[in-house]
């Protein structure tokens, strides 16, 4: 069987920091990425921190020309922010939250509030299969003591199961994304090991842009100097990866990031870098292995194992919590029903004569009900936070004895 | 080709009603289950409702000679309920959690506690891939004015959606749960034209048990009479379903339901009755059309646009929520601000010598905080909840945009 013509795919990746009152010019910047891609005419444009519903659709107003088909996944209270736009007619979407998010009650983070999500769209070019994922996972913010490890964690789980079980009728994977993971994180190992992706930035055969593909640079004039002051050429954070399935290659021919500023202006898109890939796929006379794992087994059982002894940690901080937060409900409990006897009491007549002290009694009770629901609230949280670490630790431990038996048997 | 032997299979599905606490005579029925499972020794049994994690482990030590492989799936609060057991390898899992589950604050009712998803187990038998799916949808408590309606639908929809998504490698789907839906329910249909899945109940060759299959019957000690008057003989709410992808055939060769009680017991397993299937699987000579759909589109189109419809009636009634619950937010705000003028003017030395309730001052104040607190959470939640309504409208919009299309072409 004679190989077809290659199909080229220019991709483009970006987490846009379009947040309404918050992001530094958000409004110019969006119009600014608005007109960029209209001019550059990408294939595929994966959006992240698309925060703005209004937003979303004035890039699609400006878009509709060069990108007919678009979709914006929807979810939590502010939105997931996530949106693509294509050349190419989405057959169908798929969403998919993350279980665990970080916490409510850490407003200054505010994770907890978008409802981080992957979004799936179904494209087909040229007959080709194209399943594309877009995500954004939790934000890292002490990177010396990272609470939100195995959070990030179950999501970067969870982000690969989806991918493995909505993939298979697909010819080529792409995932597209701001995965908050250097390129050496667990997470990151876990993700391209039990999925099979590949890094666009490690294959490209021409890079061009910031050195070591970093997408966080200090060069950019909305980022935070003191955060990145560990790491002097910035961090690489945006991904975009792929892999074929069947009987399909993808080769990454270009890897571009912008430097801090967009191409030709003075001011970035965004305190992210865009990543913008130019992709090769091409019909093989023989079909890939389908699971994409093959030799990398050995190193997959250390990854993964790994992977499980954080989440294991993140679920005895989790068990703690939830501890803290019953015996508390229980304390406040305890306040309420003595000042109940006390109450009692007083209007039984037992402390005839002496004053009641109206007003701090009431202030007492109320801050007991107060603690008592706050308490009440955290320990479900928690007790759903402890479900969600155990059910991703067991999926763990049945991958491992998955993959042992098939290096027993193999 | 020549057809393979043809593959038997029992399927056991059962609303196990074990509510800790709750549940009458529970840790006698969920012995009585696992002791009727031992003995029968079906092949697959996909149970809902065992809250309880202390049960499954329970039913898992008993039936580890006869189902040597299980899997508990955990979420929100008290857990989905959801396990399978299996007498042949559970290869993988996958949970995926409603986006809508009812109201937390409908104490009374629970659902939202329970997280409520499918769980997806991939079991291989004789080289055939099944995708087996259990799921357990948000209960009706008023058939007349379901206010849940919408939620259920999107729930529907979301289930249709996650198998179509994750089942195009399978071989054969199963599908076993409370559907919480009559037969002729919108939510099913949209379920069964959308997947293509077929009903065991009306597909059998031979089918025993309570009339017309129903699943809730009078004749159950556990039902509540009063619910069923309107239904004589019962409602059908639970449900196995299938389809064969790729080149196979499944039939269901017998039906059968448990009435009122267990076999050759006293007692029934549950308020539920059980529905157990004995299914024919068989390697057919050509593959059959893979996305089960085809002369049925027409109908599809009217079911997705009836499904619509109702998702659109519950959104305007978020909305109107989420308004209502905002509007006593900014009120209590107000109070508050006005509380603090006056708690300022008295500072101030304004009202010098006038007596200052400083009681009722108190007590209104937490009042105000209380009232703000509950009221900007409600309003939180709404807002995800008009989010997700809108996801799912605008996910169906796009599916009968797709539909439509095919009918022009085809």
Known sequence: MEADPTLRLRVFDLNCWAIRYLSKRRQERVRLIGDTLRREGFDLVLLQEVWSERDYSDLKAKL???????????SGVIGSGLCVFSKFPILDTLLYQYSLNGYPYMLQHGDWFCGKSVGLVIIKISG???????????????????????????????????????SKAADVVLLGGDLNMHPEDVG????????????????????????HGCT??????????????????GIRIDYILYKAISSFTVKCEELKTTTGTAPGM?????????????????RQGQAVGACGLGAAELTLVDVVTEARTEVGVGLRAAQRQRYSAGRMAVLAALLLLLQAVAALGVLAGLAAG???????????AFLAVGVLLLSTGLHLFHTMEVKMLQGTEEQMRMALRVLQERLRDG
């Open 188 to 211: 990151i190992r876990l993700l391209r090991g039990w999925t099979g992706l590949r890094d666009a930035f490690a294959e490209a055969t021409r890079f061009e842009g910031c050195e």
């Open 266 to 282: 003075d001011i970035p898109f965004s305190d992210h870098e865009a990543v913008m890939a130019t992709l090769h796929v091409q």
């Open 128 to 166: 080709i299969i194209f399943n594309v994922y877009v995500t954004h996972l939790h934000a890292e913010y002490c990177r010396e003591k990272d609470a939100y490890l195995p959070h990030r964690l179950v999501q970067a789980w969870e982000l690969a199961q989806f991918i493995r079980h909505t």
């Open 216 to 233: 966080l640079v200090p060069n950019n004039c909305f980022t935070v100097k003191a955060e990145l002051l560990p790491f002097p050429l």
């Open 354 to 364: 002496q004053p009641f002290p109206k007003l701090s009694f009431s202030l007492l």
């Open 64 to 74: 509709g020309g060069c990108y007919p088909f678009s979709h914006y996944f929807r």
